[in-house]
Nanobody
Framework: QVQLVESGGGLVQAGGSLRLSCAAS????????MGWYRQAPGKQRELVAS???????RYADSVKGRFTISRESAKNTVYLQMNSLKPEDTAVYYC??????????????WGQGTQVTVSS
């Protein structure tokens, strides 16, 4: 079993920054990829960013250039640094992990989510 716990969400003014953290515990040795999804009310869940064990990263077009995903293997933790935040970034952000990948349909584990609210 793998457990994912997110933290770092909150309320921030447009243009500000937040850093989300996701701590993984349990049988994490088999995980190849971790990432972040987000879901706003009335919208589909969107894969924001992902990172593999080889440090290969991918970003959604909507956040490219503003968000950065990273991981610290020693802490079993993945981060999402969010800069230049916009009101459109307001959503519940979910940490995700997969044995192969975290694209839709292949994600194996999910965190409970952390709320990010960006005010105008």
């Amino acid at each position: 079993q793998v457990q994912l716990v997110e933290s770092g969400g909150g309320l921030v003014q447009a243009g500000g920054s937040l850093r989300l953290s996701c701590a993984a515990s349990g049988t994490i040795g088999s995980l190849n990829a971790m990432g972040w999804y987000r879901q706003a009310p009335g919208k589909q869940r969107e894969l924001v960013a992902s990172i593999t064990s080889g440090r290969d990263t991918r970003y959604a077009d909507s956040v490219k250039g503003r968000f950065t995903i990273s991981r610290e293997s020693a802490k079993n933790t993945v981060y999402l640094q969010m800069n230049s935040l916009k009101p459109e970034d307001t959503a519940v952000y979910y940490c995700a992990a997969g044995k192969i990948a975290v694209v839709h349909g292949l994600t194996d584990y999910w965190g409970q989510g952390t709320q990010v609210t960006v005010s105008s």
